[in-house]
């Protein structure tokens, strides 16, 4: 008897451990520096425009004090129309100028800026869109209330970026259209398609969510960008990758169905995660082009689905 209950216990500890474990990498995995970040693009794509741009660095404070690192990239052929950029897990404001680069061309001034835990900001523990969320928000306010000249602001955002710009939409931001790349709908099966990719149980993704809630406040399934979407009006265009494993395309497909206003969703044969972009960039730069001469010449009803 006494044997079986050390066996019970040690079991139960490893499982806790193992838990534990997952937690770390799922809310505080590795995050890049601006210089690996930068390293990568440099590697990938023509990265040279961007050092031909005028840029401004700033800070903005956050709802609850923590402080986010900004830069603007001003349009060299002027305009007053402006894209809030938002960069997925584990990167930083660099990696998200593959997009800057088409919106740059489109005409738009472009607001990048470090999410919470990344980058040049603090290190903090990831929240999947609840804590990112009011900082996109206050990103928002201080976008419209720094640049007077604004007469369009589009949001854009990749993975973790896209969740966080699909939950800001519960606050009904002065925003006049959302782009959502790879974004995932509730994270909690995500993480269970990871457990279940490295060939583990998949009751360890909640024993995470379990010590998620212990260090955040939050159970992973609380993580829910879908749920903001019942009573959203700003129009949406989905992207997703045909192929993206991490992040199957039926997320965007499910938040297309939930959002009460405009959207599209647009798949990329052959693309993984975050590689839409990659795999056909005139494509890409085309939906999105047409999505938002659609937005702007008002074809479309908002609640149109």
Same mark, same amino acid.
């Given at each position: 008897?006494? +044997?079986?209950i050390?066996?019970i216990? $040690?079991?139960?500890?490893?499982?806790?451990?193992?838990?534990?474990?997952?937690?770390?990498?799922?809310l505080?995995?590795?995050?890049?520096?601006?210089e690996?970040?930068?390293?990568w693009?440099?590697?990938?794509?023509?990265?040279?425009?961007?050092?031909?741009?005028?840029?401004?660095?700033?800070?903005?404070?956050s709802?609850? *004090?923590y402080?986010?690192?900004?830069?603007?990239l001003?349009n060299? /052929?002027?305009?007053?129309?402006? &894209?809030?950029?938002?960069?997925?897990?584990?990167? /930083?404001?660099f990696?998200m &100028?593959?997009?800057?680069?088409?919106?740059?061309?489109?005409?738009?001034?472009?607001?990048?800026?470090?999410?919470?835990?990344?980058?040049? /900001?603090?290190?903090?523990?990831c929240?999947?869109?609840?804590?990112?969320?009011?900082?996109l928000m206050?990103?928002?306010?201080?976008?419209?209330g720094?640049?007077?000249?604004?007469?369009?602001?589009?949001?854009?955002?990749?993975?973790?970026?896209?969740?966080? #710009?699909?939950a800001?939409?519960?606050?009904?931001?002065?925003v006049?259209? @959302? +782009?959502?790349?790879?974004?995932?709908?509730?994270?909690?099966p995500?993480?269970?398609?990871?457990?279940? /990719?490295?060939?583990?149980?998949a009751?360890?993704?909640?024993?995470?969510s379990?010590? @998620?809630?212990?260090?955040? *406040?939050?159970?992973l399934?609380d &993580?829910?960008?879908?749920?903001s979407?019942?009573?959203?009006? +700003?129009? +949406?265009?989905?992207?997703?990758?045909? #192929?993206? &494993?991490?992040?199957?395309?039926?997320?965007?497909?499910?938040?297309?169905? $939930? #959002?009460?206003?405009?959207?599209?969703?647009?798949?990329?044969?052959?693309?993984?995660?975050?590689?839409?972009?990659?795999?056909?960039?005139?494509?890409?730069?085309k939906?999105?082009?047409?999505?938002i001469?659609?937005?702007?010449?008002?074809?479309?009803?908002?609640?149109?689905n």
């Open positions: 008897m006494i +044997i079986a050390i066996v216990a $040690a079991v139960l500890v490893i499982i806790a451990a193992a838990g534990y474990l997952l937690s770390n990498f799922v505080c995995g590795k995050r890049q520096t601006l690996e970040a930068r390293a693009q440099e590697n990938h794509y023509d990265f040279s425009f961007y050092d031909k741009l005028e840029k401004t660095d700033y800070t903005v404070t709802y609850d *004090g402080v986010l690192n900004v830069e603007f001003k060299p /052929n002027g305009g007053n129309k402006y &894209m809030l950029i938002t960069h997925g897990l584990t990167d /930083n404001r990696g &100028m593959k997009y800057a680069q088409i919106f740059l061309e489109l005409g738009y001034n472009i607001i990048v800026y470090d999410v919470r835990g990344h980058g040049l /900001n603090e290190r903090a523990l929240t999947y869109s609840i804590r990112e969320r009011k900082d206050a990103m928002i306010r201080d976008s419209r720094r640049y007077p000249d604004m007469e369009e602001l589009g949001l854009h955002g990749e993975s973790l970026g896209a969740a966080t #710009t699909i800001v939409l519960e606050e009904k931001p002065p006049d259209f @959302a +782009i959502a790349d790879c974004g995932f709908a509730e994270i909690l995500v993480v269970k398609g990871l457990v279940k /990719n490295m060939h583990m149980p009751f360890l993704g909640d024993v995470a379990v010590w @998620a809630k212990i260090r955040t *406040g939050w159970w399934q &993580m829910r960008p879908i749920d979407l019942e009573e959203n009006e +700003i129009p +949406i265009l989905f992207i997703h990758g045909e #192929t993206d &494993m991490l992040i199957p395309p039926e997320h965007s497909e499910r938040m297309k169905e $939930a #959002t009460k206003g405009y959207a599209e969703v647009e798949v990329f044969p052959g693309a993984g995660h975050a590689s839409c972009v990659f795999a056909d960039g005139e494509r890409y730069e939906n999105v082009k047409d999505f001469l659609q937005v702007e010449s008002g074809r479309h009803s908002s609640t149109e």
